[in-house]
Each structure stands twice: as C-alpha cells, then as structure tokens.
C-alpha cells in the first residue's frame, strides 16, 4: 500500500474518469495558494485555530503525506491504554473450540457463531473476567431451547446439566421464561430469533443482568461469588438445531450500556483514524474549486459527482491510501461506513434522489484495490444483513425500511451489484434473509396497540364450531368493533406493504438483464445462484443447518412471484404475440432436454436414467432429442458433464466441478446454515472416467451463460425439443421460465408446511373465543350464593380476554404478511401455472413421465392451502376464474390418479387422497361432474377395478362418498353417539355434510351391468376385502377384550386400537359400497341369468349373517367393548354397522320384484348362519338370552305391533354390563332424527316376512343324513360334481373357490367343467 504515494496513485490503472463533456472548463493543477488553501481545509489540523490560517505554511502534494500522516498519529490511543484490568484472555475473544465444550456442535469459521447438534450442547468463550463491569451480546437466530449467562472454569456440564444448572454458573432463558442458578424462576420476557440478548456482569457489586433489545430485564442474581480464583466465562447452553451468533466485542455492541466494556477491545486506534479520513473525505465532497473565481465554494454534498478533476482525485487518493486498509475490518465498516452510508439516505425520499452513493462507490472501485473493495463490500453487507436481521419491530418498521434502502442503493451499482451477486448474495451471506419480516412475539413492543387499538374475535359459532362469516344477530358495538380493528389491520398492511415493495424493488435489480456493459447480465448470475440454493434445500445430503428456515422461503417466494411477474409482464408488453404472466406455465421441454438440472427429484415415471434408458425413441421421435449411449450407461444425469462435439477436453469433469464449491470455505461462512463441519459430509457421489462426447450437451449449473439459458439463432437455449403438440409461439425470456419452475419447487419443499403451522394462532384464536363464550355463559348462570365459583370464572374470563387480545393482534399481523388477500392471489397463480404445466406435458405422450412429481405435489397442496389456509379471512369462491380451475383440477385428479405412466406409489396415494377430499365438499364435487363425460366414465371405472392388485382403502372411501345421503339411515354427518363430543379440526373431510353425485352413481350403474365381468370381479373383491376388515376387527377386539379383563395391567397399545378402528371403519364403508351396489344395479345379484349371480348372493349373504351375529348376539363381545369407551375406538358402534346391514337386506327383501326377493329370502334363510334374532335385535326385540335361534322362530310375535315398550338408548352404559337384564337393547326406534318413518316400516316388513319365510322353511325341510352334506361347509347338501376328477360339493364352495383358484380341493387337479350332481334314488 506504500507505494500509494503523491501523484502516482492514479498510474496503477487506465480509468476513462468522465467524458469530455462532463469535465469542468478549468482542468489542471490548480496554482499552488488555491491548492494549498484547498488542501488545508480538506485536512485541518485539530491545533490551528482559523485565526492562525495566515500564519499557515504553504501545503502541496509532495508535502501530504507527510502531513497526514502527523494529522493521522495526533491524539492517538497508545497501545498501554487499551490493556484493562479485570479480564483474562486472548484477543479477539472467540468461542472456546479447543476444550470448553460439551455435546455436539456446530461452530462457524470465525469461532462466533454455533449449532447445538446433541441433546443440550454447552460452550464458553476463550476470555474471562474476574473484577469490573463487563457486556456481551448473543444474537437470536432460533428461539428454542437454551440458557445464556456466566459460569466458572469449575462448571462440569453434561447432556442434561448446562448454564445455570450447576452452582456456579448462571443463565437466562427466554424460551421458558426463566432464569437458572441450581434452581429456577420466572424471569424477563420470552425471546424470539431476531433478538439480541446482552449479558452483563457487575464484579464489584456482584450482580447479573439481562437486557432484551436493549431494554433491561431487572437484576437476575445478586451476590454472585467473587474473589481470588473466580472469574467468569460468557457460556451458554442449547438443544439440538438451535443457533446464536456471539459478540464479544469484534463489532459495535447493538446495545451498548454506560459503565460496561464489551470483552474484546474495539480497534480505538483505528477508528479514530477511519473517523478523521471520513470527515476529509466528507470536506472534499463539500468543497469545489471555482479556478476562475479562485476561490474554494461550499455546497451540499448531495450532488457531488466524480468528474475527472486532477486536484479532488489526487486528494482523494491519498486519503484512500490510508482508508482502504481500514475498511477492510468488519468493526470499522459497521461503525464508520454503514453509518455513513445510513446518514447520507436519512433525509427520505426515494433511493433514486441519492446518487451520491452511485458515486463513492464508483471511487471505491476506482482508488481502491480489487480485493479491498471485495473484502468491504462482503463486510458492509454481512453487516446490513445482521442489522436488518436482528433490528427489533417497531410500529412503522422504521429499522427494517432504513436498512432495506441502503441494501437497494448499494446494489443499484452494477459493478458492486454483480460482485455481490457471484461472490457474497448466496455464497457467504444467506441474503433471503432481506426478503424475510418478522412476526413480532411481543405485540407491546412492536407497537400493535397503538396501531390497532380496538380487538375483535368471531363470537358467533355454528353447531358445529366454526365460526359464522356474517352473523345476522351482530350488534352494533360488535360490528363498531370488527370495524375499528378491520381498520388498525389495513393501517398494519399498508405499513408492510412499504417494505414489501422495498424487497421487491431489490430483486427486480437482481433480475436485471440489460446490464451486459460490464460482462454477464444480473439476472443470469443469480439464476445460477437460485438454481444452487434450490439444489441446497432439495437435496438431503445437504447439512440440516444448509436448509434454509421455511419461514424465509414463505417471504422469498412471495416477493419472488412479484418481482418475476413484473419482469414477465414487462417482456410482454414488447412483444405482444408473447405469453402474458396470468398464463404462464413451463414448457414440457424443460423436463427431458436436460438443460435444467432437477438434481435427484423423483419424476412422474421414476429414475431419470430408467427414462432415458425405456424411452430415448419417443424423444428421437416426438422431440428430436438423440441419447448418447454412452450417458444412459450413467447413473443419472447430473453427475455428467458431458461437451459438445468441437469437445474441449480439459473442463473438469462433473463430480470434481461439484466438489470443488462444496467444500469452498466461504460456504461455511454462511449466515450460519452451514457449518465447517459440515462441509467434510458432502463428497461427491462417484468418481468420473472422462466423459464421453454426446448428442446433448448437460452443463453443471455454474457453467451456463445466457447463450445456453436464452438460445441465440437456430439454438431454442432452454426449449431445445419442442414437441409437436406444443404451439410454436414464444412464451417469455427463458430466464424467467426457469425461474418461475424454481419457484415451483421452493413451494413444494417447504413453503406449503409453513402456511400450514402459521393457521396455528387462528385456530388459537378461535379456541380461546369459544372458551370465553362459553365461560361468560357460566357466569350468567353461575348462583348468586356461590360466589367463590363466580370469582373463579371472572379470573378465567379475564385471562382468556387478554390472551385473545394479544393473539388477536398477532393474528392481524399473520393475515397482512403471510394470509393475505395478495398472497393468496400470488398461491392461486402458482396453482394455474401448474395446471397449465401437467397439462401441456400431458399432452406429450409418453414424455409427461419425465415431469418431476413436484409439480402435482405443488398443484394439490396450493388448493388446499386456499382452501383450508387462507380462509375466513378470504374466500377462494373471491379468486377469478376459481369455477373454471376447480374443474381444471379435478380433471387432472380424475385422468392422473390410476396413470399408468405415474410409477410412484407416494404421488399416486397423493393423487388419490387429493381425490378423495375432492368428492367430500359439495363445490368441489360440482368440478368433478364438470369435466368431460368420457374422463368420469374413466374415472368410474378406474375405481371400480378389482381390489386386489391395488391399494383399494382410498377408492372405496371415494364411492362410499359418492353414495352417503342417499343410504338406509346414511345422512348424517356425524355418529348419533359421537355427537356430544367437539370434533378436533371441523374441516375434516370426514366431517363435511353428504352430497352425493347421482350422475357419477349413473355412471357406475352403467358401467357395473353393462360389463358382467367387470362387475364380477368388482363385487369378488368387495367380499373378500370386506370378510377380511370383519375377521381382523373381531380378532383384535378379542385381544383388547383379554386385555381389558387382566387385572395386572389394563391399558391396550394405542397403535393397535387405531388399527382395529381402522378395520371397523373399513368393513362399514365396504358394508356400504355393497348397499350402493344392490340399490343401483340389483341385477348383479338377483338375475341368475348372469354367469356369477347366484354366487355373489350366497357369499352376500354368508357374509350379512356373520356381521349380524357377531354384533347382535347377547353379553358378546363387541357389546363389551363397546362399552369399555377406549380412546381410539370412539367410531366403534352398533349404530354404523347395523344400520348398513340393515339396508343392503331392506334393498333385496323389501324394495326388489317378487322373484328377486324370493331369491334372496331362500338364500339368506338356506345359509346356516342364519339367525332370525339377529334380525328381531335390530327393533329391540331379541327376547331374552337362552332363547335359541329355533325357539325364537317357533314363537315369534307378530312384527307390527307394540314396539314403544322396547325403545333402546343409543349409548349403552357401561354400569349395565354386569347384567343384561337391566340393559336395554340396541333398537333402531331410538334414532329417529336419523332413521325415517317410512324406513323403520321397511323394517318391520321385511322382519314379518322372514318370520313367516322361516316358519315354512322349517315346517318343509328334511333332514339330511350326514353323508349328503358338502364336505367343504358341511352346510349345504352336495349339488356339484367336478370334472374330470369327479369329486363333490355344493355349488356355493366350488363357485368361491373357482373365483380365485382352478385346482380341485381335493386332488388339485385342474378343473376343467362343474355340472349339476343329484343324489340317485335309491331303490
């Protein structure tokens, strides 16, 4: 740096410093009595007075140096100053990596910042203090678990004992409100990330503070133990995933407090000299030379402008020479230059009235070296990111704004813009921390009472719980009320929406592709950079502290959406024949062209190599695109690297590319996301022979330059293989397609969990007015006598008041920055990108196997998301075009979810689940029936193939949707017995009212009897999945049963309750797809014409009689535990079973023609299971106990008579259980909101009929000797022989088993015919 000496500063470099134009008329060295005056008073000295300015020895150039240099080294702080007692240490203070920690952590390369990675990791610093007033800070980046304080070179910590859990250590922690010293009690406010802790330490009076954004918690600990042989280390201690950044002193204290030293010395030297070069440079920016006035002029810094006047920038560089070293220090930049910085934008106005930092910076790039402006401009914004990070919230954001504009004018330079861009943006810095706004924990502090004064929550609920959007008995001071708080909600956005369009204002500079003066445009460096962030967050060898938190990428995504479809809109309006931005999608090429990289992600039809390998002729064929063998030998496709033909050789190949910028040190240097330690994990997957030349050139995401993103002649750059179906029109810049297919899967990899955790506090909200409502009902109600109850529920009400005070106004804060009107607009856009996406794919054949599965994920969570996330606040039946997209959906969800070309079993149970939500809410269900007849046809019979070769749960719950409100006592929403009980979340699918679809029911009528096969196999594999759900339910009811009876231990596993609900859940809805099919198409079963009719009745039949006996028979089982009430089994009741039994046998015993119901009546009474109480239990008839089947039958009481005596409650006691006398029975009476007149008449019907049916059954049948009986069932006669092995048995066990099996039982010969066998007289 030395050699920056005189005139010669300027020969290291050939600058054009203006144009001839802009240079004033007087050039040249000024004559040297205006020079020295000149010179003077750039650098005044501190002992001359402007009385001695006559007496002033003359001061040109030559002589400068000299004289900064005495300027510079007066007043200086000798180093023996800067020694104080009380401290013990190295400087800089660090954290102790060496030897003072305990558990697993994660330290960053400057030894400040630190990861819990273990249970409860503890950590102290290098330096101690033993006597004096000593402050340092910890900034908050996660507001977990941890305690932060003091403690002695003594403290033993371990997993479970850290800060302030042993006697001499000491600690606050904010996530529990607490402070720690062996025990523990309330203490100060909880934290949240984005605040700064100060710890403070009073040796002499031997107490400990804790401030909190620089307010002051009160003293924590007094008497604290002092004297010879104590001194104390900053410590902390903190769970797994938790971070903090420390500062001892290596920066400014954010908070400094009078009377307490930071523990590591500021740079006192240094900064004076940097404050005294800064007012130099500050008089040179004020003071012009008028050479022909020959006089010095003051004017406003403000329009100072580099012009190429020799005498400012000889001046200037010598005072460079002195200040760029400095500014090269990250104390000194926060200190010096950010303020300054700060000062100069102070005033207001837009960032573009400001151009003098345009203009110091361009003299940064000119007077300093490359790597000091590097190192300064990595330094000034590592510092405006910790401040915007960690300024607290104050009403009108006032922090966040001042530092967002600096960020804004400081990246409006496009040199220090593209530097930032390749080298710090994403690299060092994790820079989406500018697009993130905090929600305030604390409302007080963050000035939302003064902002929205007046609160208001929903205190109108429907039956159901939810809260009613407009209420009609509203009254007028409530509606006064919601009023004044709608109007403090819009005075919040509006003061968010300032920063908002302040992020968006920086990212439409980085998306700047005009900038190509200075090499590669803005908006190519950062695709690049976006790309890798992308590839960060999706892969998971990544670090889990690399992942960025989901709460930024909410806010990134948002400003990104804006600032894209500004961009979008602007390219549009230039060439209209474009796309515009509300029609946006990303062409299906993207996906197979191997220009963009989808690192690891899954696609629609598997493994990329796999695709490669099965369908390289469809891309010959529909998009021109040949596969080099030699790539499909490859594992997949971003470990290659592969060149074009002109093949230059030397580039490295694609896994030692990679590797190098993983293990780049400055990525550890990452707003802590990604640690040094982390660094060592990721290595490359496999090394790499040379790679072959290929057909289509894949280059690593670094190498690509605007030719191969935008295309030049001839070359489609990203859209390389349009295919035939795809319109030859042009869309947008390519960038912006990428860009926006990122944005795509940032949402899919953790935007859409995010939206979901925040509805927590409207769900908070909403549980807390429910209990103040209800809590204001008791007072009311609550004796005048007793008014030790009132007093209580008046302490409940007002904790309840304030709570919902409180959380009403965060909850304002949720809805302006993450639910609001624009952001859900910004989410529906990105839904109809990706409806148009699948869609243009899939009209590509064979190739939609190479979209990734995100964009289905994405296009089914983003409705959901409007759906569930973002209402009351606002309705999705608001969004434009919303009927039409439904449909648009659901004809995705219909065609896709039995796709052959989809192979992943997590995206099809996706598909199906979003299909299976789609049928339950009446609108949605509307789209469906919407779409093309041909896709619902397809769609029915998708769900009506067999069960076995597919996972079949989803479907049926699918069509038993499609059926519920039209079944026997099936429109209710919930269970009779489960009715007095709050459902958890009211907006569960399961809980939405019935709306059946009589059109999609037509269509499976149609489907089911025009091909008998199909509905064969069908109905097969209902039975079987349903004798299945059934014997399973049974068999672990009998094990919780033996549970429940032991007396050592009583409780069950919950898993295995679940499972058994599950299976009882399951037999119902089979129960009921069986009702949807005899009422629909009766035929299946009662027209024996059709090959498998007689069959599927029999097996219809067996399977009734089991379900009725098991769950009727008297003191049985699913009685006991019924009536045990375990958590889990809340579903299991007789209600929903009997009541679906009871209308598969109304539909074939009542409602049927003549020969239909004598078929049944035979089969069911043939079938030996056949219990005539079973039936009677169903009125609550049963008789008592011992009464046999046969007795029963022989003296039955005339079905239509009086029935009132023996009405049954729904909800049998568990009190009743020891005798079955005083239980009253199950009856179907008792449900008469549920069941209707005319149904119970079916009843009684249908139970006279098989009274009257059985009588003559008995009276005709002739016993049958042993020998004549099927020797599978032993309860028929035998009526089939075999051939050609001719053995014997009944039809009904040969029909079965010949559904799924051709071998005989008996000598597992293959069956070749069965014919009638009657048994030959005998004579």
Same mark, same amino acid.
């Given at each position: 740096?030395?050699?920056?000496?005189?005139?010669?500063?300027?020969?290291?470099?050939?600058?054009?410093?203006?144009?001839?134009?802009?240079?004033?008329?007087?050039?040249?060295?000024?004559?040297?009595?205006?020079?020295?005056?000149?010179?003077?008073?750039?650098?005044?000295?501190?002992?001359?007075?402007?009385?001695?300015?006559?007496?002033?020895?003359?001061?040109?150039?030559?002589?400068?140096?000299?004289?900064?240099?005495?300027?510079?080294?007066?007043?200086?702080?000798?180093?023996?100053?800067?020694?104080?007692?009380?401290?013990?240490?190295?400087?800089?203070?660090?954290?102790?990596?060496?030897?003072?920690?305990?558990?697993?952590?994660?330290?960053?390369?400057?030894?400040?910042?630190?990861?819990?990675?273990?249970?409860?990791?503890?950590?102290?610093?290098?330096?101690?203090?033993?006597?004096?007033?000593?402050?340092?800070?910890?900034?908050?980046?996660?507001?977990?678990?941890?305690?932060?304080?003091?403690?002695?070179?003594?403290?033993?910590?371990?997993?479970?004992?850290?800060?302030?859990?042993?006697?001499?250590?000491?600690?606050?922690?904010?996530?529990?409100?607490?402070?720690?010293?062996?025990?523990?009690?309330?203490?100060?406010?909880?934290?949240?990330?984005?605040?700064?802790?100060?710890?403070?330490?009073?040796?002499?009076?031997?107490?400990?503070?804790?401030?909190?954004?620089?307010?002051?918690?009160?003293?924590?600990?007094?008497?604290?133990?002092?004297?010879?042989?104590?001194?104390?280390?900053?410590?902390?201690?903190?769970?797994?995933?938790?971070?903090?950044?420390?500062?001892?002193?290596?920066?400014?204290?954010?908070?400094?407090?009078?009377?307490?030293?930071?523990?590591?010395?500021?740079?006192?030297?240094?900064?004076?000299?940097?404050?005294?070069?800064?007012?130099?440079?500050?008089?040179?920016?004020?003071?012009?030379?008028?050479?022909?006035?020959?006089?010095?002029?003051?004017?406003?810094?403000?329009?100072?402008?580099?012009?190429?006047?020799?005498?400012?920038?000889?001046?200037?560089?010598?005072?460079?020479?002195?200040?760029?070293?400095?500014?090269?220090?990250?104390?000194?930049?926060?200190?010096?230059?950010?303020?300054?910085?700060?000062?100069?934008?102070?005033?207001?106005?837009?960032?573009?009235?400001?151009?003098?930092?345009?203009?110091?910076?361009?003299?940064?790039?000119?007077?300093?070296?490359?790597?000091?402006?590097?190192?300064?401009?990595?330094?000034?914004?590592?510092?405006?990111?910790?401040?915007?990070?960690?300024?607290?919230?104050?009403?009108?954001?006032?922090?966040?704004?001042?530092?967002?504009?600096?960020?804004?004018?400081?990246?409006?330079?496009?040199?220090?813009?593209?530097?930032?861009?390749?080298?710090?943006?994403?690299?060092?810095?994790?820079?989406?921390?500018?697009?993130? *706004?905090?929600?305030?924990?604390?409302?007080?502090?963050?000035?939302?009472?003064?902002?929205?004064?007046?609160?208001?929550?929903?205190?109108?609920?429907?039956?159901?719980?939810?809260?009613?959007?407009?209420?009609?008995?509203?009254?007028?001071?409530?509606?006064?009320?919601?009023?004044?708080?709608?109007?403090?909600?819009?005075?919040?956005?509006?003061?968010?929406?300032?920063?908002?369009?302040?992020?968006?204002?920086?990212?439409?500079?980085?998306?700047?592709?005009?900038?190509?003066?200075?090499?590669?445009?803005?908006?190519?460096?950062?695709?690049?950079?976006?790309?890798?962030?992308?590839?960060?967050?999706?892969?998971?060898?990544?670090?889990?502290?690399?992942?960025?938190?989901?709460?930024?990428?909410?806010?990134?995504?948002?400003?990104?959406?804006?600032?894209?479809?500004?961009?979008?809109?602007?390219?549009?309006?230039?060439?209209?024949?474009?796309?515009?931005?509300?029609?946006?999608?990303?062409?299906?090429?993207?996906?197979?062209?191997?220009?963009?990289?989808?690192?690891?992600?899954?696609?629609?039809?598997?493994?990329?190599?796999?695709?490669?390998?099965?369908?390289?002729?469809?891309?010959?064929?529909?998009?021109?695109?040949?596969?080099?063998?030699?790539?499909?030998?490859?594992?997949?496709?971003?470990?290659?690297?592969?060149?074009?033909?002109?093949?230059?050789?030397?580039?490295?190949?694609?896994?030692?590319?990679?590797?190098?910028?993983?293990?780049?040190?400055?990525?550890?240097?990452?707003?802590?996301?990604?640690?040094?330690?982390?660094?060592?994990?990721?290595?490359?997957?496999?090394?790499?022979?040379?790679?072959?030349?290929?057909?289509?050139?894949?280059?690593?995401?670094?190498?690509?330059?605007?030719?191969?993103?935008?295309?030049?002649?001839?070359?489609?750059?990203?859209?390389?293989?349009?295919?035939?179906?795809?319109?030859?029109?042009?869309?947008?810049?390519?960038?912006?397609?990428?860009?926006?297919?990122?944005?795509?899967?940032?949402?899919?990899?953790?935007?859409?969990?995010?939206?979901?955790?925040?509805?927590?506090?409207?769900?908070?909200?909403?549980?807390?007015?429910?209990?103040?409502?209800?809590?204001?009902?008791? *007072?009311?109600?609550?004796?005048?006598?007793?008014?030790?109850?009132?007093?209580?529920?008046?302490?409940?009400?007002?904790?309840?008041?304030?709570?919902?005070?409180?959380?009403?106004?965060?909850?304002?804060? *949720?809805?302006?920055?993450?639910?609001?009107?624009?952001?859900?607009?910004?989410?529906?856009?990105?839904?109809?990108?990706?409806? %148009?996406?699948?869609?243009?794919?899939?009209?590509?054949?064979?190739?939609?196997?190479?979209?990734?599965?995100?964009?289905?994920?994405?296009?089914?969570?983003?409705?959901?998301?409007?759906?569930?996330?973002?209402?009351?606040?606002?309705?999705?039946?608001?969004?434009?075009?919303?009927?039409?997209?439904?449909?648009?959906?659901?004809?995705?969800?219909?065609?896709?979810?039995?796709?052959?070309?989809?192979?992943?079993?997590?995206?099809?149970?996706?598909?199906?689940?979003?299909?299976?939500?789609?049928?339950?809410?009446?609108?949605?269900?509307?789209?469906?029936?919407?779409?093309?007849?041909?896709?619902?046809?397809?769609?029915?019979?998708?769900?009506?193939?067999?069960?076995?070769?597919?996972?079949?749960?989803?479907?049926?719950?699918?069509?038993?949707?499609?059926?519920?409100?039209?079944?026997?006592?099936? %429109?209710?929403?919930?269970?009779?017995?489960? @009715?007095?009980?709050?459902?958890?979340?009211?907006?569960?699918?399961?809980?939405?009212?019935?709306?059946?679809?009589?059109?999609?029911?037509?269509?499976?009528?149609?489907?089911?009897?025009?091909?008998?096969?199909?509905?064969? /196999?069908?109905?097969?594999?209902?039975?079987?999945?349903?004798?299945?759900?059934?014997?399973?339910?049974?068999?672990?009811?009998?094990?919780?049963?033996?549970?429940?009876?032991?007396?050592?231990?009583?409780?069950?596993?919950?898993?295995?309750?679940?499972?058994?609900?599950?299976?009882?859940?399951?037999?119902?809805?089979?129960?009921?797809?069986?009702?949807?099919?005899?009422?629909?198409?009766?035929?299946?079963?009662?027209?024996?014409?059709?090959?498998?009719?007689? @069959?599927?009745?029999?097996?219809?039949?067996?399977?009734?009689?089991?379900?009725?006996?098991?769950?009727?028979?008297?003191?049985?089982?699913?009685?006991?535990?019924?009536?045990?009430?375990?958590?889990?089994?809340?579903?299991?009741?007789?209600?929903?079973?009997?009541?679906?039994?009871?209308? *598969?046998?109304?539909?074939?015993?009542?409602?049927?023609?003549?020969?239909?119901?004598?078929?049944?009546?035979?089969? @069911?009474?043939?079938?030996?299971?056949?219990?005539?109480?079973?039936?009677?239990?169903?009125?609550?008839?049963?008789?008592?106990?011992?009464?046999? /089947?046969?007795?029963?039958?022989?003296?039955?009481?005339?079905?239509?008579?009086?029935?009132?005596?023996?009405?049954?409650?729904?909800?049998?006691?568990?009190?009743?259980?020891?005798?079955?006398?005083?239980?009253?029975?199950?009856?179907?009476?008792?449900?008469?909101?549920?069941?209707?007149?005319?149904?119970?008449?079916?009843?009684?019907?249908?139970?006279?009929?098989?009274?009257?049916?059985?009588?003559?059954?008995?009276?005709?049948?002739?016993?049958?000797?042993?020998?004549?009986?099927?020797?599978?069932?032993?309860?028929?006669?035998?009526?089939?022989?075999?051939?050609?092995?001719?053995?014997?048995?009944?039809?009904?066990?040969?029909?079965?088993?010949?559904?799924?099996?051709?071998?005989?039982?008996?000598?597992?010969?293959?069956?070749?015919?069965?014919?009638?066998?009657?048994?030959?007289?005998?004579?």
């Amino acid at each position: 740096m030395s050699s920056k000496g005189g005139g010669t500063a300027l020969t290291r470099r050939n600058y054009r410093l203006a144009s001839d134009t802009d240079k004033p008329r007087s050039t040249g060295i000024v004559n040297e009595r205006l020079l020295s005056e000149y010179l003077h008073h750039v650098f005044p000295s501190a002992k001359q007075g402007p009385a001695l300015a006559s007496l002033r020895k003359p001061l040109g150039f030559q002589d400068l140096p000299a004289h900064l240099e005495k300027l510079l080294s007066e007043d200086a702080p000798s180093e023996e100053n800067q020694t104080v007692e009380g401290r013990l240490g190295p400087q800089p203070v660090v954290l102790d990596h060496t030897s003072g920690f305990e558990g697993l952590l994660f330290v960053d390369d400057d030894l400040l910042g630190v990861i819990g990675h273990s249970n409860f990791s503890s950590i102290r610093a290098t330096t101690c203090v033993y006597k004096g007033k000593w402050a340092y800070e910890v900034l908050i980046s996660s507001q977990g678990l941890m305690q932060i304080g003091w403690c002695t070179l003594n403290c033993r910590f371990n997993q479970e004992e850290g800060v302030g859990d042993t006697p001499d250590s000491y600690a606050y922690d904010g996530n529990r409100v607490r402070k720690w010293n062996v025990t523990t009690t309330n203490y100060g406010k909880s934290w949240a990330a984005g605040d700064i802790v100060s710890c403070l330490i009073d040796l002499d009076e031997g107490t400990i503070t804790f401030c909190l954004n620089g307010q002051s918690l009160g003293t924590a600990f007094t008497n604290i133990k002092t004297g010879p042989g104590v001194a104390y280390f900053p410590a902390i201690s903190l769970s797994f995933k938790e971070s903090v950044a420390f500062n001892f002193g290596s920066r400014p204290l954010r908070y400094p407090v009078d009377g307490y030293l930071p523990l590591q010395n500021p740079p006192a030297a240094d900064l004076m000299k940097a404050h005294k070069l800064l007012g130099y440079i500050k008089n040179v920016l004020t003071t012009t030379i008028d050479a022909q006035e020959d006089r010095l002029v003051e004017k406003d810094c403000g329009v100072w402008r580099l012009h190429g006047e020799p005498t400012v920038l000889i001046t200037l560089a010598h005072i460079f020479n002195h200040f760029a070293p400095l500014m090269c220090k990250v104390y000194l930049v926060e200190d010096v230059l950010m303020n300054f910085l700060l000062g100069i934008l102070e005033g207001g106005g837009s960032v573009d009235e400001h151009p003098l930092i345009q203009q110091l910076l361009d003299l940064f790039w000119l007077l300093m070296e490359d790597h000091e402006v590097n190192e300064c401009l990595k330094q000034l914004m590592m510092s405006l990111l910790r401040a915007y990070r960690f300024s607290p919230i104050i009403p009108d954001l006032g922090f966040q704004i001042h530092y967002l504009r600096l960020t804004t004018a400081i990246l409006r330079h496009e040199k220090s813009r593209k530097y930032l861009l390749n080298n710090v943006l994403f690299d060092v810095l994790r820079s989406v921390v500018f697009f993130y *706004i905090k929600t305030p924990l604390r409302v007080k502090e963050a000035g939302l009472e003064e902002l929205i004064p007046t609160t208001w929550w929903p205190t109108h609920f429907d039956k159901e719980g939810k809260d009613e959007r407009e209420p009609k008995d509203e009254s007028a001071d409530e509606r006064l009320r919601r009023r004044a708080y709608e109007r403090g909600c819009q005075r919040l956005k509006k003061r968010i929406e300032v920063v908002e369009e302040l992020q968006v204002q920086i990212l439409r500079l980085l998306l700047n592709n005009k900038d190509k003066s200075t090499g590669e445009a803005s908006r190519y460096i950062f695709l690049n950079k976006f790309r890798k962030f992308l590839q960060e967050n999706a892969s998971n060898r990544g670090h889990p502290t690399a992942l960025c938190p989901p709460e930024y990428m909410v806010c990134f995504l948002h400003r990104l959406i804006t600032a894209v479809r500004a961009c979008w809109d602007e390219g549009h309006h230039k060439s209209p024949s474009s796309v515009s931005s509300e029609e946006a999608y990303v062409p299906p090429q993207l996906f197979y062209n191997g220009k963009v990289d989808y690192f690891d992600l899954q696609r629609l039809g598997g493994l990329l190599s796999h695709l490669k390998k099965t369908l390289k002729d469809d891309l010959a064929s529909k998009a021109n695109i040949i596969i080099d063998p030699a790539e499909i030998q490859a594992t997949s496709m971003d470990d290659l690297d592969e060149d074009d033909e002109s093949g230059a050789a030397q580039r490295p190949s694609g896994a030692e590319a990679r590797y190098s910028w993983l293990s780049s040190p400055t990525l550890g240097r990452a707003n802590r996301f990604l640690s040094t330690a982390a660094v060592s994990l990721m290595t490359p997957r496999r090394t790499l022979s040379q790679p072959e030349k290929v057909k289509v050139r894949t280059l690593a995401v670094e190498q690509r330059t605007e030719e191969d993103i935008e295309g030049s002649h001839g070359n489609d750059g990203l859209l390389l293989g349009r295919p035939l179906e795809e319109p030859d029109q042009p869309i947008a810049d390519k960038s912006l397609l990428e860009i926006v297919d990122g944005i795509v899967m940032m949402y899919n990899l953790s935007v859409h969990q995010q939206l979901g955790k925040m509805v927590v506090v409207s769900d908070d909200v909403h549980e807390y007015a429910v209990a103040l409502k209800d809590t204001e009902e008791k *007072i009311t109600r609550c004796p005048s006598r007793r008014a030790d109850i009132l007093e209580e529920l008046q302490k409940s009400q007002k904790v309840f008041a304030e709570k919902l005070n409180h959380l009403s106004r965060r909850l304002a804060w *949720i809805n302006a920055t993450i639910y609001s009107k624009e952001k859900m607009l910004d989410i529906y856009w990105l839904l109809c990108v990706c409806i %148009r996406t699948i869609e243009h794919a899939d009209n590509t054949g064979s190739l939609f196997a190479f979209a990734p599965e995100f964009y289905l994920n994405v296009a089914m969570n983003a409705y959901s998301a409007l759906k569930n996330y973002f209402s009351p606040a606002n309705s999705m039946e608001e969004l434009p075009g919303y009927e039409e997209t439904l449909s648009q959906l659901a004809a995705i969800l219909a065609k896709h979810f039995a796709d052959p070309r989809i192979v992943g079993t997590d995206i099809k149970d996706s598909l199906m689940q979003a299909l299976a939500s789609y049928v339950c809410y009446p609108q949605s269900l509307r789209a469906v029936e919407r779409i093309p007849e041909e896709q619902r046809v397809a769609m029915m019979k998708n769900l009506l193939a067999p069960y076995e070769q597919r996972p079949w749960a989803q479907t049926n719950w699918i069509l038993v949707r499609l059926w519920r409100g039209c079944g026997f006592g099936y %429109r209710y929403t919930r269970l009779p017995h489960l @009715l007095k009980t709050k459902p958890e979340d009211a907006n569960l699918p399961s809980l939405q009212k019935p709306c059946p679809s009589l059109l999609l029911q037509r269509h499976m009528a149609e489907l089911l009897s025009m091909d008998k096969d199909m509905a064969a /196999s069908f109905l097969n594999s209902v039975l079987n999945q349903l004798n299945w759900a059934f014997s399973e339910f049974i068999g672990m009811i009998q094990e919780i049963q033996q549970a429940a009876e032991r007396p050592e231990r009583n409780f069950v596993d919950t898993r295995q309750l679940k499972v058994c609900a599950t299976c009882f859940d399951l037999s119902v809805s089979l129960l009921r797809v069986l009702e949807m099919t005899v009422t629909l198409v009766p035929e299946i079963f009662l027209d024996w014409s059709r090959p498998s009719a007689e @069959l599927l009745l029999r097996r219809l039949a067996q399977l009734l009689n089991q379900v009725l006996n098991r769950v009727t028979a008297e003191k049985n089982l699913f009685d006991r535990v019924v009536n045990l009430r375990l958590p889990g089994l809340e579903s299991v009741d007789h209600y929903p079973i009997l009541v679906a039994v009871t209308g *598969i046998l109304v539909r074939i015993l009542v409602d049927g023609d003549r020969q239909g119901v004598s078929r049944a009546a035979s089969v @069911l009474l043939s079938d030996p299971c056949f219990q005539l109480h079973s039936i009677q239990h169903l009125l609550g008839e049963g008789g008592d106990s011992s009464s046999s /089947s046969a007795a029963v039958a022989s003296s039955v009481r005339p079905a239509v008579g009086s029935l009132g005596s023996s009405v049954a409650t729904p909800l049998p006691s568990a009190a009743g259980t020891s005798g079955s006398s005083e239980r009253k029975h199950f009856s179907l009476h008792a449900y008469t909101d549920y069941i209707s007149e005319e149904e119970k008449q079916k009843v009684e019907m249908m139970l006279a009929f098989l009274t009257e049916e059985s009588k003559q059954a008995a009276a005709s049948t002739a016993p049958t000797s042993e020998e004549d009986l099927c020797p599978i069932c032993y309860a028929h006669s035998i009526s089939a022989i075999f051939k050609p092995c001719s053995h014997k048995s009944c039809k009904a066990c040969i029909n079965q088993h010949l559904m799924n099996n051709k071998d005989c039982f008996f000598c597992k010969a293959t069956i070749i015919g069965v014919e009638d066998y009657s048994k030959p007289a005998t004579s």
